[in-house]
């Protein structure tokens, strides 16, 4: 009798199983569909051109910030604030462990929109040029799935609305923080002009290149240009000084071991006649790898000090460590992949899931990766149809809006999906309103 009682409570066990599997596998496309529903994509793109209206520059996020707190406190989810000085850290779920991490970034860039439209910045000089609207816009929209799915969820999502990701660093002031200390995961995204909507690409490894910036100051004698012997001439100092930094990247680095120097910035002198007292210089400088970046880092300043000195010039040189901190390279972790592959594929379809090759742009949540496992995906926004889509950082740089709905599933797809195959015990330290994070 106790043996056919076991085979009872074992097959309603695989049923439940089944089901629950079942119900895993096809939570993406519920999502998606929820998303796609006319009140939602209205209401995700409404918030996507409020805060495209008023773009702010990062750690100005105040307004961003507000607009996210009051969707936030309509859809009745818990938050921090302030984080990181405009951050905004949600929870949907049971508020235990297991605890996933999605998130976006807030900031603008200092740029004047060039695109005509009704909804044009209204900030002179400052433009959402990268999509950061439509990543703030998505994140809420999936909050709006988590919300309204909140029963199924197997752990707790952590919303992170994160600031100054434009050379700010702001994803390690989150990390300092202590906002995400027992978060196991993490997942992000990139609109991309040059993915069809409705697909993504990635890669596991290496995605983004680690980035730095440096800043130097060439300093001589200025005087008259017809009697250039009575000046020590830095403008002259400084060319040498860019030609030889050229070949730190064609001479010295491993042809197979990816690197970037670009000096971007020149400023010096403001007449025809006349020899400046100094010139400054600045770029950046990108690699996969911290090991590569530091041997670029210490080659930069031997050769702006030495070849200022061929030229008798003097040479101080800044590596900019506060105001824009070295961005680690964007690593995606392999476990992660995998997942995203099948959650991916259940979504979209197979056929809508591409790989891509690693790009020497650099993404500051590589922050995250640092200490969790995190993933980051490129969202798809190419429709030939509607027209062309400029580059991020460009004044022209539009957003095409019928890819809100796919980031927002992604990310409550992922998150879920997540909790419920990789949960796990973590440990906590009691506390109320979420304190454990």
Not at 236 to 243: C, E, H, K
Not at 268 to 290: C, E, H, K, L, Y
Not at 316 to 340: A, I, Q, R, W, Y
Request: proline content about 5%.
């Amino acid at each position: 009798m106790n043996f056919f009682k076991w085979v009872n409570w074992f097959i309603i066990f695989l049923c439940f199983a089944a089901t629950q599997i079942f119900s895993d596998e096809h939570s993406a496309t519920k999502f998606l569909d929820f998303a796609k529903e006319p009140q939602v994509f209205d209401w995700m793109v409404n918030i996507r051109r409020k805060v495209h209206e008023n773009p702010e520059l990062g750690y100005e996020e105040f307004e961003t910030s507000k607009l996210i707190r009051a969707e936030l406190d309509k859809l009745g989810i818990t938050y921090k604030h302030p984080v990181a000085v405009t951050g905004v850290i949600g929870f949907i779920g049971t508020g235990l462990p297991p605890f996933v991490a999605i998130r976006a970034d807030m900031d603008a860039l200092p740029m004047q929109e060039m695109v005509e439209w009704e909804h044009k910045s209204k900030v002179p000089g400052k433009m959402h040029a990268c999509g950061h609207d439509a990543h703030v816009t998505m994140l809420l929209g999936a909050a709006k799935i988590l919300k309204e799915h909140e029963k199924e969820i197997r752990g707790t999502v952590v919303l992170v609305f994160q600031p100054a990701e434009e050379g700010g660093g702001g994803a390690k002031k989150i990390l300092d923080a202590g906002a995400l200390e027992n978060v196991s995961a993490i997942f992000g995204l990139h609109v991309s002009h040059r993915v069809p909507v409705g697909e993504v690409a990635s890669r596991s490894g290496p995605m983004f290149a680690g980035s730095a910036f440096f800043e130097a100051v060439i300093s001589g004698r200025g005087g008259h240009a017809a009697i250039p012997q009575h000046s020590i001439d830095p403008i002259l100092a400084a060319s040498n000084v860019i030609v030889s930094l050229q070949h730190i990247v064609s001479r010295e680095a491993d042809p197979l071991d990816s690197q970037v120097l670009t000096v971007a910035k020149f400023q010096g002198g403001g007449a025809f006649n006349v020899i400046p007292d100094s010139v400054t210089i600045g770029g950046t400088f990108r690699a996969f790898s911290d090991e590569s970046i530091m041997q670029m880092r210490h080659r930069i300043e031997q050769v702006i000090i030495g070849q200022a000195a061929v030229q008798r010039c003097n040479a101080t040189v800044s590596f900019l460590d506060e105001e824009k901190p070295f961005f680690p390279p964007t690593v995606n972790n392999g476990d992660l992949h995998e997942h995203f592959q099948s959650v991916a594929k259940s979504l979209l379809g197979v056929n809508k899931v591409n790989g891509m090759e690693p790009l020497m742009g650099s993404e500051d949540f590589s922050f995250y990766q640092q200490v969790i496992p995190g993933y980051f995906f490129m969202l798809g926004m190419e429709n030939a149809s509607i027209g062309h889509f400029e580059s991020p950082h460009s004044p022209y740089f539009k957003v095409n809006e019928d890819a809100l709905p796919y980031g927002a599933a992604l990310h409550a797809s992922l998150a879920t999906r997540y909790l419920l195959t990789y949960h796990q015990d973590i440990p906590i330290t009691k506390g109320n309103s979420h304190d454990e994070l």
